[in-house]
């Protein structure tokens, strides 16, 4: 066991070892607590660099969501499109001619 006291007990992370630890961290099957503790930071710590870093919930800077693919929608009149989003009740559809930064704002825009 290590003890620290007073100012030294203070240390300064660089992002790379933040990025790092929030990576093993929240990758699949891994528990944060245990590689806090094998740290020896709070496990609140790893969740507010993950929120200051930008990383999703699914571990990935940027973030990923899970995605559904379906069958064609063949003859179903709908209008065809290159993808189809929903956000809890709101639902996009991207043409495959929009340029990516309307596309990229109009999700932005939906996942606040």
Known sequence: MTVFAGAQRRRRWDDADKISLVARAFAPGAVVSHVARAVDVHPSQLYRWRRELGFARGGEVGGFAQVVVQGDAGDSGAKP?????RLGRAEVEIAEHAPAALATAVLQALSQ
Do not use: K, N, W
């Open 81 to 85: 499109c290159a993808i189809r989003v």
